[in-house]
């Protein structure tokens, strides 16, 4: 590996990682409203909030995906490094994917977890331009009291490749995040086009 590839990180590692951490697990309990990660590292091509993810995210045991537009080596690298997880070419084998907004038309082979193991799915952290600015979405299901108006800026044809890969319990949770911010899809939530 590289040295010059090498680039910071968090400045304090644990406490920023549990901040990270903290952040996804908020923005899983409450889909659709935004979370915001201060004091994030750097990283060329990924956005703070990506890249934070990934830092409190990811480790050894956690095979990462990259989809075409992440696959540099200075992402790799610092991955690698920082990180430690394995990065793998198959899909099938993920437990987190690196996605774009222009990967979310084909969700095949990411793995969506069984009955009985519903939490061994695939995590896909998409990196988007912003959080708004699409067509504005109802969501419904637990963790929003009623419902959350969400326009992200996606293709309109992903809601229905993500239908087709949710069975609940089985099925994909997503993050979705735009410079600092992140919001949370899990699972759990349902989408629908009526107005609030």
Same mark, same amino acid.
């Given at each position: 590996?590289?040295?010059?590839?090498?680039?910071?990180?968090? @400045?304090?590692? =644990? *406490?920023?990682?549990?901040?990270?951490?903290?952040?996804?697990?908020?923005?899983?309990?409450?889909?659709? *409203?935004?979370?915001?990660?201060?004091?994030?590292?750097?990283?060329?091509?990924?956005?703070?909030?990506?890249?934070?993810?990934?830092?409190?995210?990811?480790? =050894?045991? @956690?095979? *990462?995906?990259?989809?075409?537009?992440?696959?540099?080596?200075?992402?790799? &690298?610092?991955?690698?490094?920082?990180?430690?997880?394995?990065?793998?070419?198959? %899909?099938?084998?993920? %437990?987190?994917?690196?996605?774009?907004?222009?990967?979310?038309?084909?969700?095949?082979?990411?793995?969506?977890?069984?009955?009985?193991?519903?939490?061994?799915?695939?995590?896909?952290?998409?990196?988007?331009?912003?959080?708004?600015?699409?067509?504005?979405? =109802?969501?419904?299901?637990?963790?929003?009291?009623?419902?959350?108006?969400?326009?992200?800026? =996606?293709?309109?044809?992903?809601?229905?490749? %993500?239908? !087709?890969?949710?069975?609940?319990?089985?099925?994909?949770?997503?993050?979705? @995040? &735009?410079?600092?911010?992140?919001?949370?899809?899990?699972?759990?939530? !349902?989408?629908?086009?009526? %107005?609030?």
């Amino acid at each position: 590996m590289s040295a010059p590839l090498l680039q910071p990180a968090f @400045t304090d590692p =644990v *406490l920023d990682a549990q901040r990270g951490f903290r952040a996804a697990l908020k923005a899983l309990a409450g889909p659709g *409203l935004t979370q915001t990660l201060h004091a994030t590292p750097t990283l060329e091509g990924l956005a703070p909030a990506t890249y934070a993810l990934c830092l409190a995210l990811l480790d =050894v045991d @956690t095979p *990462l995906w990259l989809a075409p537009s992440f696959d540099t080596p200075l992402i790799r &690298a610092n991955l690698a490094f920082h990180c430690g997880c394995p990065l793998t070419a198959n %899909r099938e084998t993920a %437990r987190f994917a690196l996605l774009a907004a222009e990967d979310l038309l084909d969700l095949s082979g990411f793995e969506h977890g069984n009955d009985r193991y519903p939490d061994q799915s695939c995590t896909l952290l998409v990196q988007l331009p912003d959080l708004r600015g699409g067509a504005g979405l =109802v969501w419904k299901g637990p963790g929003i009291e009623t419902a959350h108006a969400v326009a992200l800026p =996606v293709a309109e044809g992903f809601w229905s490749e %993500r239908e !087709r890969r949710n069975e609940f319990p089985r099925g994909l949770d997503l993050f979705f @995040t &735009a410079g600092q911010d992140l919001i949370g899809l899990p699972r759990s939530t !349902r989408i629908t086009q009526e %107005r609030i």
